[in-house]
């Protein structure tokens, strides 16, 4: 990763309610946090984002969502609802 990347590359941080995604350089700058309430996989979407964006900063391919999901309808995992 560039310099610049670096500077740009994100990270997953763990606070006692939610999943951040921050700068790797400084996880006090956030840019959203997913809550941790049980009813929605919380460390799987920010720990995606995260993959994603990093691995774009790397100059790889990556897929946004599955083959025929939409950000409309998608869930990482289907058989869980939110209340």
Known sequence: MTEHGEDLALAVVRDARSYVVARKRDPRDWL????????????????NM???????????RTD????????????????VREP
């Open 64 to 79: 946004l969502l599955p083959p025929g999901a939409s950000p409309g309808n998608y869930h990482p995992h289907p058989g």
């Open 32 to 47: 959203v946090a997913f809550d941790d309430d049980g009813a929605f996989p919380a460390k799987d979407w920010a720990e």
């Open 50 to 60: 995260v993959r994603i964006f990093n691995a774009r900063l790397l100059g790889r």
